[in-house]
């Protein structure tokens, strides 16, 4: 005998097809009832037996459609009959809600593909296809629930045969709230720039190879883009974004020809073809194919797929193999989302624009990734992945964590979840500043997320730790290297304490130093720093994080005495400021190893100037990947490791076999060998001190895949559990989730 039931499902399910997933399988199963959103999630109401009921609930968490991902799946009983005459699909309903989900922008999908380019099909060449399974979401969303209504696609009517499709229950676009045709759609244009002649698609081979620069309207943002392999025109882009050595990722026209260009494994190929569709770090392998100037001489760039309609159909009329893909911004400012303020900021680079008239409600980057021993790593968090939730085994209702001052984020929590926010970039920009506000409100207004407790970095100069003083409510201050430990906790649902090993360039210490190559004993409350390099002096501050040449000083200052230095750098141009500044002994002092990587990059020669961050730890790895030397600096591991890692004995060996002409690549493979066993054995003797057998790895640092790769196996081998970063980047992009939950578990205490 048939019962009455409502069935309530929280997750991502909203524009991924879910309620005509849910209407066929009611239809398969015989059950009768009604399905349709609120701003819970999705609720069905319906009669059917006990059996009929326990064979829907399975499917529905077993089988769900591609791009959902299903959370609480509850059923509660309806004392009161009520009566179906078959299944249906109901409007969905409006009322506060405390669980709503958005699904992020996704690319393309394989069935969008073949009907954009069907002549056949009436979407034929359509720039804004798309299904229930792909295309825009969060970027178009302006309210909850996700509907058409209340998207960026409101304004444009449907024709009937989009409409009967939107509101056919068996067809692929049923409420795929961005459905359009070329009768009914946004219009895209082609204008050249500054005097808004017309163009068509079929010009842009001519222009592109002619070294034009394009601006196109992508998902989160306008984007510049030309012909990787015009190196004049890549030289442009780079002139006018001050950005004089920083690989520039690219858009590759399909998986055969990122196969030609680059070395593909089997887990990256499947991240370029994810619906996320990120930018994927990839190891060079013809560099030929492109312009020099994409990759700067750095053996890997990274590397994408086209995500939209708009880049497919770009790339069929430009028909080159290699497109430079970046964000149409100058360095240090937010992506760029009206064209008012495109032809302002971009006119004096762009020849022509391809634009259309679908407004950016929120706006997102792309995300980066890259594979470290076959695990997918975010290296930057955007579109694809955000703003997906982290799911806690934490309580964090009500927090606000504002991130670092680099590679921004933030994180809001709501129950046991963290939304965790694209990437902001760097703070300390009047519009990057005001680009970190909006994204918060956007994210309040969206998830109906509120706050009264804040929590920040403690370094007192960071924009975050005055927005937090600003806010008027509760604040803390967390240390940086504790909330990279407790990002990595987070991800594993760790709570009991462990061990961390946190490399970075700079995180303020609580003695008043800049930290950066610490081993902690930590868990979210508190945290002991048990282990550290060797501090040394950070010659004029901030200044040392561009000029490797005061950092070699400071290290070189410890082994040789004022005649050596002067026979060998004394023709630097600020060789008497820099010893001067060594003598009065005045600088902050720093155990970072970002700023050991610079020394041995310039002691090397691999390094006179540094343009971005991260920039000679890069090199060294890359010069170390053409040793396979097994070699370590037996001296520098004699050296007792009390509470402090022999990082000057280090410089000292790798100085030392500089001077004895041996290669470079030997010496950054035997360094990076020496630097993952010093560490290991620190953890080693602090696990038989402790009894703590699980360690975590964070910090920037950590995007060496030599480094990580061999603390991985040593740790193991050692009988140690290691956990790394996958959903949050190691670096600064990540530190936001652990410091929602240190502020967490330390209101707890407090309260």
């Known amino acids: 005998m048939a019962s009455?039931?409502?069935?309530?499902?929280?997750?991502?399910?909203?524009?991924?097809g879910f309620r005509p997933f849910i209407w066929s399988l009611a239809r398969q199963y015989n059950v009768t009832g009604t399905v349709y959103n609120n701003s819970d999630g999705v609720v069905i109401d319906c009669s059917c037996t006990a059996a009929q009921l326990s064979d829907l609930v399975q499917a529905i968490k077993n089988n769900g459609p591609p791009a959902a991902v299903i959370g609480d799946v509850t059923v509660h009983t309806r004392p009161e009959p009520v009566f179906f005459p078959d299944f249906t699909i109901s409007p969905s309903l409006r009322h506060y809600s405390a669980s709503i989900y958005i699904s992020p922008d996704l690319a393309l999908c394989a069935t969008c593909y073949t009907e954009m380019f069907d002549p056949d099909h009436r979407r034929?060449?359509?720039?804004?296809?798309?299904?229930?399974?792909?295309?825009?979401?969060?970027?178009?969303i302006k309210d909850t629930p996700y509907d058409r209504a209340v998207t960026s696609m409101a304004s444009f009517a449907l024709c009937k045969a989009c409409e009967d499709e939107y509101l056919d229950p068996a067809d692929r676009r049923f409420h795929a709230e961005p459905i359009s045709c070329l009768g009914c759609g946004p219009r895209c244009s082609i204008t050249s720039l500054p005097d808004d002649r017309l163009y068509h698609f079929a010009d842009c081979l001519t222009l592109v190879r002619n070294g034009k620069?394009?601006?196109?309207?992508?998902?989160?943002?306008?984007?510049?883009?030309?012909?990787?392999?015009?190196?004049?025109?890549?030289?442009?882009?780079?002139?006018?974004?001050?950005?004089?050595?920083?690989?520039?990722?690219?858009?590759?026209?399909?998986?055969?020809?990122?196969?030609?260009?680059?070395?593909?494994?089997?887990?990256?190929?499947?991240?370029?073809?994810?619906?996320?569709?990120?930018?994927?770090?990839?190891?060079?392998?013809?560099?030929?194919?492109?312009?020099?100037?994409?990759?700067?001489?750095?053996?890997?760039?990274?590397?994408?797929?086209?995500?939209?309609?708009?880049?497919?159909?770009?790339?069929?009329?430009?028909?080159?193999?290699?497109?430079?893909?970046?964000?149409?911004?100058?360095?240090?400012?937010?992506?760029?989302?009206?064209?008012?303020?495109?032809?302002?900021?971009?006119?004096?680079?762009?020849?022509?624009?391809?634009?259309?008239?679908?407004?950016?409600?929120?706006?997102?980057?792309?995300?980066?990734?890259?594979?470290?021993?076959?695990?997918?790593?975010?290296?930057?968090?955007?579109?694809?992945?955000?703003?997906?939730?982290?799911?806690?085994?934490?309580?964090?209702?009500?927090?606000?964590?504002?991130?670092?001052?680099?590679?921004?984020?933030?994180?809001?929590?709501?129950?046991?979840?963290?939304?965790v926010s694209h990437h902001i970039g760097t703070l300390g920009y009047l519009e990057t500043n005001e680009f970190l506000h909006e994204s918060i409100a956007a994210y309040r207004a969206l998830f109906q997320l509120d706050y009264d407790y804040v929590v920040h970095d403690l370094h007192p100069d960071y924009v975050t730790t005055q927005i937090a003083s600003s806010l008027g409510i509760k604040h803390i201050g967390v240390q940086h290297h504790h909330a990279h430990h407790a990002s990595c906790m987070a991800e594993h649902q760790l709570t009991e304490q462990c061990i961390g090993i946190i490399l970075d360039g700079s995180g303020y210490g609580d003695d008043g130093t800049i930290w950066g190559g610490e081993i902690i004993v930590a868990d979210m409350v508190e945290y002991d720093?048990?282990?550290?390099?060797?501090?040394?002096?950070?010659?004029?501050?901030?200044?040392?994080?561009?000029?490797?040449?005061?950092?070699?000083?400071?290290?070189?200052?410890?082994?040789?005495?004022?005649?050596?230095?002067?026979?060998?750098?004394?023709?630097?141009?600020?060789?008497?400021?820099?010893?001067?500044?060594?003598?009065?002994?005045?600088?902050?002092?720093?155990?970072?190893?970002?700023?050991?990587?610079?020394?041995?990059?310039?002691?090397?020669?691999?390094?006179?100037?540094?343009?971005?961050?991260?920039q000679a730890a890069i090199l060294v790895e890359q010069c170390a990947e053409e040793s396979s030397s097994e070699e370590v600096y037996g001296r520098v591991l004699q050296v007792g490791i009390d509470r402090v890692i022999p990082t000057v004995s280090l410089v000292r060996e790798v100085f030392r076999d500089w001077q004895q002409?041996?290669?470079?690549?030997?010496?950054?493979?035997?360094?990076?060998?020496?630097?993952?066993?010093?560490?290991?054995?620190?953890?080693?003797?602090?696990?038989?001190?402790?009894?703590?057998?699980?360690?975590?790895?964070?910090?920037?640092?950590?995007?060496?895949?030599?480094?990580?790769?061999?603390?991985?196996t040593l740790l193991s081998q050692a009988g140690f559990t290691c956990y790394t970063h996958s959903k949050v980047p190691c670096n600064d992009g990540g530190i936001a989730l652990g410091q929602l939950c240190i502020g967490a578990m330390q209101r707890g205490l407090i309260e």
């Open 4 to 16: 009455h039931y409502q069935i309530c499902i929280t997750g991502i399910i909203q524009g991924v």
């Open 124 to 140: 034929y060449l359509h720039p804004f296809i798309n299904c229930t399974a792909c295309g825009p979401r969060y970027s178009i």
């Open 213 to 419: 620069i394009a601006c196109i309207k992508g998902i989160g943002g306008y984007q510049i883009s030309c012909d990787a392999a015009n190196g004049a025109a890549v030289e442009r882009v780079r002139q006018f974004k001050n950005r004089p050595d920083k690989p520039f990722a690219i858009m590759a026209r399909s998986l055969t020809d990122i196969h030609a260009l680059c070395h593909v494994s089997r887990e990256e190929e499947a991240s370029l073809l994810s619906p996320a569709g990120p930018i994927v770090l990839l190891r060079l392998q013809d560099p030929a194919l492109v312009s020099a100037a994409i990759s700067r001489g750095n053996k890997r760039i990274g590397v994408m797929l086209p995500t939209t309609p708009l880049h497919h159909l770009f790339f069929h009329y430009c028909a080159l193999p290699f497109l430079l893909m970046t964000s149409g911004n100058r360095g240090g400012e937010p992506l760029i989302t009206s064209r008012k303020k495109m032809v302002e900021n971009l006119g004096p680079l762009v020849d022509f624009c391809i634009d259309h008239d679908r407004d950016i409600h929120n706006p997102i980057d792309d995300s980066v990734v890259m594979v470290q021993s076959r695990q997918v790593r975010v290296i930057r968090r955007g579109r694809g992945y955000a703003p997906t939730p982290i799911p806690l085994n934490v309580q964090v209702h009500g927090i606000l964590a504002l991130g670092g001052q680099q590679k921004n984020t933030f994180a809001i929590g709501r129950g046991c979840e963290a939304f």
């Open 529 to 614: 720093r048990v282990c550290h390099f060797e501090t040394v002096a950070m010659v004029g501050g901030e200044k040392a994080v561009k000029q490797p040449f005061r950092m070699a000083m400071a290290y070189l200052h410890h082994f040789l005495d004022e005649e050596e230095l002067r026979t060998l750098y004394g023709e630097h141009d600020d060789f008497n400021l820099i010893h001067g500044l060594l003598q009065n002994d005045k600088s902050v002092m720093t155990s970072s190893c970002g700023r050991l990587f610079d020394t041995v990059a310039f002691l090397l020669g691999l390094i006179d100037r540094i343009s971005f961050e991260g």
């Open 661 to 712: 002409g041996r290669k470079p690549a030997q010496i950054c493979r035997i360094f990076l060998n020496t630097l993952s066993r010093l560490l290991v054995s620190a953890v080693v003797k602090i696990g038989g001190a402790t009894s703590l057998s699980k360690v975590v790895l964070s910090g920037g640092v950590f995007q060496n895949s030599i480094l990580t790769a061999d603390c991985q």
